[in-house]
């Protein structure tokens, strides 16, 4: 498949990329600074700024889904998010949304102490990602929602479940980035959750 990931230099996004090679796909990375994507077989960098309309949506031309990794820094304006949500969704013919869970479609899966300090830790983002949720899943996309990202190794275990299955805990479930890389690549080759709100879940 031709796959392009959106934020392919961040922590995750980066992940997506090389799951994706690994699996043999043909990949498009998205990327401000190109320089910082290392090169590869397979692999085309594309310089893409969802702040600057229209570069991202010439960018996914012609690959079959969207992997998104996107995510904003406290100095950046949020709603890069909503306008990266909207570009994909009016130029890519499926996307796959990385996102938080407590956050848009899953507000409250984790009780209302932990949902009201997540709530604001993350203010500076909160609105912009409910948005960005919303507009991904208008256009038919996936939102994968996942607790907080963790750099160990991935144990094979991880699996998405439909929000509406998930039980709310105050405790918020950690996810390897690895894991939601390579449960993302394996939506992207088989949809299960097409037009779905999913959250991401890796049992010890
Ligand atoms: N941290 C957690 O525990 C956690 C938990 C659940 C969900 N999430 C969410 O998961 C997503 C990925 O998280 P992460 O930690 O992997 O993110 P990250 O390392 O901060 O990476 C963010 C990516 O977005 C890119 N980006 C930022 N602004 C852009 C723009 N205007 N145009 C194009 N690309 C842009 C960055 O590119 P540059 O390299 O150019 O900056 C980078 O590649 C985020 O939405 C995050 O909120 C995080």
Redesign the pocket.
């Known amino acids: 498949m031709k796959i392009a990931v ?9 992940l997506v990329v090389a799951r994706a090679l690994e699996r043999g796909h043909e990949v498009v990375a ?4 190109p320089a ?1 994507v290392e090169p590869s077989d397979r692999l085309r960098v594309v310089q ?5 309309p229209g ?2 949506a010439a960018a996914v031309e012609g690959v079959d889904v969207v992997l ?6 406290r100095k ?1 304006e949020p709603a ?2 909503v ?2 949500a909207r570009e994909l969704a009016s130029a890519a013919p499926r996307v796959i949304w ?4 407590g956050m848009g479609s899953t507000e409250g899966a984790l009780g209302a102490v932990t949902g009201a300090l997540l709530k604001r830790l ?1 203010r500076h ?1 909160w609105a912009a ?1 409910g948005v960005a949720d919303r507009v991904l899943r208008d256009a038919g996309g996936t939102t994968v ?6 750099d160990k190794a991935y144990q094979g275990n991880g699996f998405l479940l439909h929000t509406k299955d998930f039980k709310p805990r105050a405790l918020p479930p950690t ?1 390897p ?1 690895a894991g ?1 890389a390579a449960l993302m690549v394996t939506e992207a080759e088989t949809p299960r959750f097409a037009d779905a709100d999913t959250i991401a879940l890796f049992p010890r």
């Open positions: 959106l934020g392919a230099t961040g922590r995750t996004g980066r998205l990327a401000r600074n910082d893409a700024d969802v702040a600057e570069s991202a998104s990794g996107l995510g904003v820094t950046q890069i998010l306008e990266g990385l996102t938080s869970l993350l983002e990602k929602h996942a607790g907080p990202l963790t996810a980035r939601i």
